[in-house]
C-alpha cells in the first residue's frame, strides 16, 4: 500500500472510531427494568436527622430500623436466605429479634429459614476459614459495604476475614447458600441451632439434618425441622453443644467432639471442612418441615433446583414478572429506586405454607394435602390497614387463596385468626368483597360474627365493650411515665372494635343480614364513648366511667389507654368515620385546624416510644395508628394539605439518611413499605374495608399498572416536578373529575385518571362537601 493510501485508511479508521465512541457516549443509556430498580437493602437502616426521630431511642439501644431484610426471597415467600449480623441470642436490642442491620460491619452467619423476624431462624450457618468457636461466642467476620449487593431474589457479600465469598438465593422452600473459598486445608461450614438448641445428625459425608427446640406452630411456615445438602463431600465433621442454663452465662460448658455424628442441647450444631483450593465453591441447600419427611419432600419439591444460578434466574424472573406490572416513568433514579424496593418489601407477608398438591402440616398437627395455595396467618394490625389493598389489585387470586387459608383455620381453632387490639380480618373479607374477588362470604361471615360476638374469643374485653359501649383502663400505681406494657390500651381497642364493626355490619348488610347489620352499626359508633369534649380527645375511661386523669395527649402512652402512641395520634383513628370525627370536633374548619396544630405541634414527649419515629409535628410515620392521618384532608376540603403533606412524608421518611436505605420505625412485614409503594403512586386506602382510595399527590409522571384482571389503571400526572406537587384538575376517562378520591368500580375496567399539577394550591379542585369521600355518618 502506498503511504497516501495508507495515510488515507488511518484516517478513515480515525474517523470512524471516534464516531463510534461518539455514539457510545451520547447514546441513550438502555432501560432499567423495573426489578433492576429494586434493592432489598432499602429498610435495614434508620433515619439519622434528629428532628425526624423526636427523643428515640432510648440511652443504650440502636434506633428502629425498618427491621427488614435484604435476603432472597420470592413473594410470599415460605423461606429467606439471608444474613445475619446481630447476635440476637445475646439480646434483642431492638426490642424484637431481627437478624440484620445495615451499620452493623460484621457478619455472624446466614439463615436458611426461620420465623418472620429471621434472627429467630435455625439452623445459622457460617463459613470459617481456620479457627471456629462455639456460640454464642460466633467467629463473626468483617465485611466490606462496598462488596455487599442485593437484589430480589439474591444477596452477596465477601467475608473479608475469612477471604470467602457468600451468596445466596432461594425457591419457594429450600434456602441456596454458595461459598467460594480460598485456598486452606480447613475451609469450614459452622451449622447451629442458636440458644434453645435442638438435635442435629450428621447423616453422611454431605447431608445434616436436625430440629429446633423451639417453634411456632401457628406462625412459622417453614418449621422446626430442617435438612441441610452440601454440593460435594466434606474431608471431616463433627457435632458440638454448649450449656447455657441462664440467660447472661456467657459460652458456659462447651462439648466438641470430632467425628460424633449426634448431639443434642443448648447451641447444638455441627462442623464440617473441606480441604478447597482457591475459587473452589460449595453450595448447601437448606429446606424446613414441620416434621422430617416435610423437610425432605421440600428439599426434593418440584423447583428445588440444586443449581445455583439456574435457581438465581427463576427467582429473579418471579418478582420481574410481578415487577413489570407496575411501570413508572419521571421522578428521579432515588425515587424510582425507593418504590420498587419499598414494593419489593411489601410482598414479605403473608407466607406460604404449602401449594397445590403439597403436602403440609395443619394447625392441630396433621399431614394434609393441598387443595389450594395455603398461606399462613396474615398480620392484620399491621398490613391489614394498606398491603392487603395492594395484593387485591395486583394478586386477587392469591388473595382468595389468603381468604380461605384464614377461614379454613378458623375452622380448626373455632375463631378467625386476630392481632393485637384489633380484629381486623373483617378488613380483608369486606375489601375484597367490594372489589369484587369471588369467595364464600357467607362462611366468613359465620366465622367473623363469632370473633365480634363470643367472649370467649380473640376479641380481649368484649363483655365490657359489649356492656358500656368502651373498654376501660386500670391506672398503673403511681400513675407512672409511658411506656405502660401492662394496660389494656381501652381507647385504641374501643376504636379498633368500633372500625372493625362497621366493617363487620357492611358484610351482614350484603348477605341480608339486615338485624346483624343494625346491631354492629349500632357498635360502630362506640368510638364517641370515649371523646372527651372537655379536651378534644379520646381519652381513657376508669370502670366507673370516670376520665383518666391526669391526661396529656402528647404522651406516647404503650398500652396505656393508648396502643404503641400518644392521644394525637389516635385521635384520627377513626377511618370509617370521619365525617362523624369532624362533628365532634366541631365541623370542618375546628377539624382542619385540629390537623393543622397536629402536624404542627413540636414533639416533646417526657416518655420514650421506641415505635415512634418518623415525626412531622405529633404525627408518627413509623407507626401504624396515624399513618392515615394526612390523607383526612381530602373529607374536610382541604385536598391541597394532603398533596404537600405526602410529598413531605415521601421525601423526609424514606431513604434520606446517610445510606439512603433509611424507614421510620419498623416495616412490619410490608406495612411501611406498601405506605410508600401506594402514595408514591399517589392513592392511598385510608379504610381498606371499603374499595374507596383518596387521591395523594404521585411522584411519577405516569404510572401504568396492570390489575389482577389484565385490565389496565394509569395516572398521569402533567407538569408534574418537585415543585409542581399540587393538583390543579383532573380528569377520568377524559371527563372532569372533581373528588379527591375514586371508587374500585371506576378503575376495575381500566381507566385513566389524568391531573394537572401546579406549583401552588388549587383552593378549588376537590373542596366542595359534595366532593368528599363516604363516611359512616352524614354533616350536620
Known amino acids: ?32 427494568s423495573p426489578v433492576d430498580e429494586a434493592n432489598p437493602l432499602v429498610g435495614t437502616a434508620s433515619l439519622d436527622r434528629q428532628e425526624l426521630i423526636g ?20 413473594p410470599e415467600s415460605a423461606t429467606e436466605a439471608a444474613p445475619v449480623n446481630i447476635n440476637a441470642d445475646l439480646s434483642f436490642a431492638t426490642g424484637v429479634p431481627v437478624a440484620y442491620d445495615y451499620r452493623r460491619p460484621a457478619m455472624v452467619g446466614f439463615s436458611g429459614g426461620g420465623s418472620t423476624y429471621g434472627a429467630r431462624g435455625a439452623p445459622l450457618v457460617m463459613p470459617v476459614v481456620g479457627d471456629w468457636t462455639v456460640p454464642p461466642d460466633y467467629a463473626t467476620s468483617y465485611y466490606d459495604k462496598a ?10 457479600v465477601d467475608l473479608a476475614t475469612f477471604h470467602t ?119 448447601v441447600r437448606i429446606a424446613h418441615g414441620h416434621s422430617a419427611q416435610e423437610a425432605e419432600q421440600r428439599l426434593k419439591a418440584q423447583d428445588s433446583d440444586t443449581d445455583f444460578d439456574r435457581v438465581h434466574a427463576k427467582a429473579r ?21 425507593l418504590f420498587y424496593s419499598t414494593l419489593y418489601h411489601s410482598f414479605a407477608s403473608p407466607r406460604m405454607i404449602a401449594r397445590k398438591g403439597e403436602h403440609y402440616t395443619n394447625s392441630a398437627g396433621q399431614d394434609q394435602v393441598a387443595d389450594y395455595d395455603h398461606y399462613g396467618p396474615v398480620p392484620y394490625w399491621d398490613t391489614g390497614r394498606n398491603q392487603i389493598t395492594l395484593l387485591m389489585l395486583l394478586q386477587p387470586k392469591v388473595v382468595q387463596d389468603i381468604m380461605r387459608s384464614e377461614l379454613d383455620r378458623a375452622v380448626e381453632r373455632g375463631y378467625m385468626n386476630t392481632s393485637f387490639h384489633g380484629d381486623h380480618a373483617v378488613f380483608l373479607y369486606d375489601g375484597a368483597q367490594q372489589r369484587g374477588i369471588p369467595f364464600d362470604y357467607a362462611a366468613a361471615y359465620d366465622a367473623l360474627r363469632k370473633n365480634a360476638t363470643d367472649p370467649k374469643g380473640p376479641r380481649g374485653y368484649l363483655a365490657e365493650y359489649d356492656k358500656n359501649g368502651w373498654i376501660s383502663d386500670i391506672v398503673p400505681e403511681g400513675n407512672p411515665s409511658p411506656p405502660y406494657a401492662g394496660g389494656k390500651a381501652g381507647v385504641a381497642t374501643t376504636l379498633e372494635y368500633a372500625w372493625d364493626d362497621h366493617a363487620l355490619a357492611d358484610v351482614a348488610r350484603r348477605l341480608g343480614k339486615t338485624d346483624d347489620a343494625a346491631m354492629f352499626e349500632r357498635r360502630a359508633a362506640n368510638y364517641k364513648n370515649v371523646f372527651d369534649p372537655s379536651v378534644g380527645f379520646f381519652r381513657g375511661r376508669t370502670e366507673d366511667g370516670k376520665w383518666i386523669s391526669p391526661f396529656d395527649p402528647a404522651e406516647p402512652y404503650y398500652n396505656f389507654m393508648m396502643k404503641e402512641g ?194 401552588q394550591p388549587s383552593k378549588t379542585w376537590g373542596t366542595a362537601p359534595s366532593d368528599a369521600p363516604p363516611s359512616m355518618s352524614k354533616a350536620p
Open 55 to 74: 427523643n428515640a431511642p432510648p440511652p443504650g439501644e440502636p434506633l428502629y430500623t425498618g427491621m427488614t431484610t435484604p435476603g432472597a426471597s420470592l
Open 317 to 337: 424472573a418471579i418478582w420481574g414478572e410481578l415487577f413489570d406490572r407496575v411501570q413508572v416513568t419521571g421522578g428521579t433514579p432515588k425515587q424510582r429506586m
Open 1 to 32: 500500500m502506498n503511504s497516501s493510501k495508507a495515510r488515507a485508511s488511518r484516517r478513515a479508521l480515525v474517523v470512524a472510531v471516534s464516531l463510534a465512541l461518539l455514539g457510545t457516549v451520547g447514546a441513550t443509556p438502555p432501560k432499567r
Open 566 to 759: 400518644s392521644g394525637w395520634s389516635t385521635l384520627w383513628l377513626v377511618p370509617h368515620d370521619v365525617q362523624g370525627l369532624m362533628n365532634l370536633l366541631g365541623g370542618r374548619d375546628a377539624f382542619n385546624a385540629k390537623l393543622d396544630t397536629f402536624f404542627t405541634t413540636p414533639y416533646a414527649p417526657k416518655g420514650i416510644c421506641r415505635d415512634c419515629t418518623g415525626v412531622i409535628g405529633q404525627y408518627v410515620q413509623g407507626n401504624q395508628p396515624d399513618q392515615q392521618a394526612a390523607y383526612l384532608y381530602a373529607w374536610s376540603g382541604q385536598p391541597w394539605k394532603t398533596q404537600a403533606l405526602t410529598r413531605r412524608i415521601l421525601a423526609d421518611m424514606y431513604g434520606s439518611d446517610s445510606t439512603g436505605y433509611g424507614y421510620p420505625g419498623m416495616d412490619d412485614q410490608g406495612s411501611t413499605s406498601s405506605w410508600y409503594a401506594l402514595s408514591a403512586m399517589g392513592f392511598y386506602p385510608v379504610d381498606p374495608s371499603t374499595p374507596d382510595y383518596i387521591i395523594g399527590s404521585p411522584i411519577f409522571d405516569h404510572v401504568r399498572l396492570r390489575l389482577g384482571n389484565g385490565k389496565v389503571f394509569e395516572i398521569v400526572a402533567k407538569n408534574n416536578s418537585e415543585k409542581n406537587l399540587y393538583i390543579q384538575s383532573a380528569t377520568l376517562n377524559g371527563k372532569p373529575w372533581t373528588k379527591p378520591w375514586f371508587s374500585h368500580n371506576d378503575i376495575v375496567n381500566g381507566a385513566t385518571l389524568e391531573l394537572t399539577m401546579g406549583p
Open 147 to 156: 462488596t455487599e449487593k442485593a437484589s430480589p431474589g439474591y444477596y452477596a
Open 165 to 283: 465469598k457468600v451468596e445466596l438465593t432461594a425457591t419457594q422452600w429450600t434456602s441456596l447458600m454458595r461459598f467460594t473459598f480460598p485456598e486452606s486445608h480447613r475451609s469450614n461450614v459452622v451449622l447451629n441451632l442458636r440458644r434453645d438448641g435442638g438435635d442435629v445428625e450428621v447423616v453422611d459425608d454431605h447431608t445434616i439434618r436436625g430440629a429446633a427446640t423451639t417453634g411456632r406452630r401457628d406462625r412459622d411456615t417453614d418449621g422446626p425441622f430442617f435438612v441441610a445438602e452440601f454440593s460435594r463431600p466434606f474431608t471431616k465433621f463433627g457435632t458440638f453443644h454448649a450449656e447455657v442454663t441462664e440467660k447472661g452465662e456467657g459460652l458456659g460448658r462447651e462439648d466438641v467432639q470430632t467425628g460424633r455424628n449426634k448431639v443434642s442441647g443448648n447451641y447444638a450444631g455441627a462442623y464440617v471442612t473441606f480441604d478447597t483450593k482457591a475459587g473452589d465453591q460449595v453450595v
